[in-house]
């Protein structure tokens, strides 16, 4: 059983690493000049700003190992069609989506995250889901943070990594899924392995322009 609390994190090497003797650790580096004078920042196309980044960037490697509720029926019911039609198969349906994910395989243990978002049966000849979902996590560490996670089908396979917000900024990599459990009277358990790296990222202040009329 895996807990969301012990999820090891390890700080990766800079995956791209500066010249030597161009930049340090700090934005005031010795380089800034030289950065600014080869990559100049723009102003002149409000409202964006954009400059060069003198800093090395640190990576980090998250892995958990957490269950994934997809709830369809009874009571505790997380989803709910909001879009069908008369086509076969039901092509182009649609579902959204309030999966609970917890770190044990039961729904009555700590809950980590949600998975918010919709699933499209985008198959004409057979069942094939498209999904769509942020993983917003709910405690420890990571909470308020995202994930967006997007692939095919539900039950089974892989879904990809594609962002993150928070704390999990620059966000990429795979969750892998296992055999799903069939509960009775609430839909399938879904055993899921998230394997990502992500950068932290300090929230930009900006810059601020006034459009002339």
């Keep these: 059983m895996g807990v969301m609390?012990?999820?090891?994190?390890?700080?990766?090497?800079?995956?791209?690493?500066?010249?030597?003797?161009?930049?340090?650790?700090?934005?005031?580096?010795?380089?800034?000049e030289k950065c600014v004078r080869e990559y100049p920042s723009v102003h002149s196309d409000p409202p964006f700003k954009i400059s060069p980044v003198c800093t090395p960037r640190t990576e980090h490697e998250l892995y958990a190992h957490l269950y994934l509720h997809h709830?369809?029926?009874?009571?505790?019911?997380?989803?709910?069609?909001?879009?069908?039609?008369?086509?076969?198969?039901?092509?182009?349906?649609?579902?959204?989506?309030?999966?609970?994910?917890?770190?044990?395989?039961?729904?009555?243990?700590?809950?980590?995250?949600?998975?918010?978002?919709?699933?499209?049966?985008?198959?004409?000849?057979?069942?094939?889901?498209?999904?769509?979902?942020?993983?917003v996590f709910e405690e420890g560490r990571f909470k308020g943070s995202t994930l967006q996670v997007m692939g095919t089908v539900v039950e089974k396979g892989e879904w990809a990594i594609v962002g993150g917000t928070g704390e999990l900024t620059l966000a990429r990599g795979t969750i892998y899924k296992h055999d799903s459990e069939f509960v009775r009277g609430e839909g399938d358990c879904i055993e899921?392995?998230?394997?990502?790296?992500?950068?932290?990222?300090?929230?930009?202040?900006?810059?601020?322009?006034?459009?002339?009329?």
């Design 71 to 135: 709830t369809f029926i009874g009571q505790h019911k997380s989803q709910q069609d909001v879009l069908s039609t008369e086509l076969k198969k039901d092509f182009g349906s649609m579902v959204v989506n309030d999966w609970l994910i917890t770190d044990g395989p039961s729904r009555d243990t700590k809950v980590v995250a949600r998975a918010k978002g919709i699933h499209i049966q985008a198959g004409i000849d057979r069942l094939s889901y498209y999904v769509s979902f942020n993983m």
């Design 5 to 32: 609390l012990a999820i090891p994190l390890i700080a990766m090497a800079d995956s791209h690493p500066q010249p030597e003797g161009t930049c340090s650790s700090s934005v005031e580096c010795a380089c800034a």
């Design 192 to 213: 899921i392995d998230i394997h990502c790296l992500y950068t932290p990222m300090e929230r930009s202040k900006g810059t601020s322009w006034t459009f002339e009329a």
